[in-house]
């Protein structure tokens, strides 16, 4: 048992005691002792994250996106994850996009068997990415709400905004708006025809 000095920070001191103890458990923490002198090194552990198989998908039809991507090719193997690149004004599809499996050789087989796939009029192009050319943010940015895509997000809310409940004040007031812009126009193309 570690005792500190100060009764007050015997606590704080456990604390960093065994935290220490836990960081040198896990090799995240060297101690080395050179002449009478403890010097202490942190060591990073490389993880090595688990080989997948991914597939490039070209010319991919309009409706055919994450959700029926994955369970289309459940049929193969059990896909990690889907992506379809995708606009990032409107948020409609690019027309590629990438599937990941737990095993590269399912990957591999979907591959084969996908290419020149014909899939609603659009012959299908699979391609099998071999993991050094996969990059690690092929997946990234997996947010596909309307907030990412500003037109879209900006024609949402202007849907609601004009479908929105109003009382009878305030559809009254937006009725006179709405006659004034009406009366304006009448006007300047009453100038205009005058004109000719």
Known sequence: MSI???????KLFSNAVTSIKKY????????EDKDDKVITKTVKLKRKRPERGVVYLG???HGFYEDEMKSFFNQFGTVTKARVFRSEKTGRSKGYGFV????????KIVAETMNNYLMCNRL???????PERQHYRMFSGLDFSEK???KLFR?????KQKNK???DEKHAAFCRKQVKKIEKLKQILLQNLEIK
């Open 4 to 10: 500190a000095l100060n009764k007050q920070s015997q």
């Open 124 to 130: 299908l192009k699979a391609e099998y990415i071999p």
């Open 155 to 159: 024609k949402i809310k202007t849907f």
């Open 148 to 150: 990412c895509y500003p």
């Open 165 to 167: 409940n109003r009382t």
């Open 59 to 61: 010319h991919i039809p």
């Open 100 to 107: 990941q499996f737990r095993h590269p050789d399912v990957a």
């Open 24 to 31: 040198i458990q896990e090799g995240k923490l060297r101690v």
